[in-house]
């Protein structure tokens, strides 16, 4: 009976001592857990904070040398010019060809630095989010290229009203830009439309600007928002290709994303979003 009573005893306290334990671990392992998220958490604010500082640096290095080169490409654009108009007459053929060609060289050159200097202003802009009217603005700018080209038959499909939550001032250059590029690409077309609209996803609002123009393949969708990268030749669409960056920049400093669908010959179709 002596026997018994002890193991009996042993059982008991081996049945409180098991969960003690248990929870104990518990304890231990979920404080290891609560320390390793906040080191992850800490790593993760180092980087977001490394990676505004390097895209700060390189905005700010992006104005300086851009406003740098300004200066010197006035400097031989203006005296190449000079030199045509003064002693153009005097000039081989040959001579005179060149000076055209140096001529439009600096002013090609000195739009994309024009370009480049816009792209590094959007990200120091300062934003002001207000309640606006994507139609309004969109409206505005049909009344601007149909003054420009009266003769184009382009029908424009625009909402009685189309409500956003953005600034004002970087929305409209985002909404112009898209709005050029479908004006832009439908050109060669006896008749086009351009489209502007929303539709939901979910509980997220998603636009989209659509035209039935040129398109491009989408194999090469990848490098679409990139700065200077061109879907089509100069020849046949001119154009820096800044406009689409510029679009891509605006549309993340609001927390959006931006994609496109497009077919050769077949149109296209760039949507966007906006943080709620």
Request: net charge negative; proline share 3%.
């Given at each position: 009976?002596?026997?018994?009573?002890?193991?009996?005893?042993?059982?008991?306290?081996?049945?409180?001592?098991?969960?003690?334990?248990?929870?104990?671990?518990?304890?231990?392992?979920?404080?290891?857990?609560?320390?390793?998220?906040?080191?992850?958490?800490?790593?993760?604010?180092?980087?977001k904070?490394?990676?505004?500082?390097?895209?700060?640096?390189?905005?700010?290095?992006?104005?300086?040398?851009?406003?740098?080169?300004?200066?010197?490409?006035?400097h031989?654009?203006?005296?190449?010019?000079?030199?045509?108009?003064d002693?153009?007459?005097?000039?081989?053929?040959?001579?005179?060809?060149?000076?055209?060609?140096?001529?439009?060289?600096?002013?090609?050159?000195?739009?994309?630095?024009?370009?480049?200097?816009?792209?590094?202003?959007?990200?120091?802009?300062?934003?002001?989010?207000?309640?606006?009217?994507?139609?309004?603005?969109?409206?505005?700018?049909?009344?601007?290229?149909?003054?420009?080209?009266?003769?184009?038959?382009?029908?424009?499909?625009?909402?009685?009203?189309?409500?956003?939550?953005?600034?004002?001032?970087?929305?409209?250059?985002a909404?112009?830009?898209?709005?050029?590029?479908?004006?832009?690409?439908?050109?060669?077309?006896?008749?086009?439309?351009?489209?502007?609209?929303?539709?939901?996803d979910?509980?997220?609002?998603?636009?989209?600007?659509?035209?039935?123009?040129?398109?491009?393949?989408?194999?090469?969708?990848?490098?679409l928002?990139?700065?200077?990268?061109?879907?089509?030749?100069?020849?046949?669409?001119?154009?820096?290709?800044?406009?689409?960056?510029?679009?891509q920049?605006?549309?993340?400093?609001?927390?959006?994303?931006?994609?496109a669908?497009a077919?050769?010959?077949?149109?296209?179709?760039?949507?966007?979003?906006?943080?709620?």
């Open positions: 009976m002596t026997g018994q009573r002890k193991d009996f005893a042993a059982e008991r306290q081996d049945g409180v001592a098991g969960p003690a334990r248990s929870a104990g671990d518990c304890e231990t392992r979920l404080a290891q857990a609560q320390q390793e998220l906040r080191r992850a958490n800490e790593d993760l604010a180092r980087q904070a490394n990676a505004e500082n390097l895209g700060r640096e390189l905005e700010t290095f992006s104005y300086a040398v851009s406003h740098d080169l300004r200066a010197p490409l006035r031989l654009i203006g005296f190449s010019t000079a030199l045509l108009e002693y153009g007459e005097g000039l081989e053929p040959t001579a005179h060809s060149y000076l055209d060609c140096i001529v439009r060289a600096g002013r090609k050159m000195e739009g994309l630095v024009d370009a480049l200097l816009a792209l590094s202003r959007i990200g120091r802009q300062d934003m002001t989010p207000l309640n606006i009217d994507l139609s309004q603005m969109a409206n505005s700018y049909v009344a601007c290229v149909r003054e420009g080209d009266p003769g184009r038959k382009v029908t424009f499909k625009v909402p009685q009203r189309l409500p956003a939550h953005a600034d004002a001032v970087l929305m409209r250059t909404l112009e830009h898209l709005l050029e590029n479908a004006w832009k690409f439908t050109a060669k077309k006896e008749s086009a439309t351009i489209e502007i609209g929303s539709r939901m979910g509980d997220e609002v998603v636009y989209f600007v659509r035209d039935d123009g040129a398109g491009f393949d989408m194999r090469f969708a990848d490098r928002f990139g700065p200077f990268q061109r879907m089509h030749r100069e020849e046949e669409f001119p154009g820096l290709g800044i406009g689409l960056a510029i679009v920049r605006i549309i993340n400093r609001h927390g959006g994303r931006i994609w669908e077919e050769v010959n077949g149109g296209a179709t760039f949507y966007f979003t906006l943080a709620n």
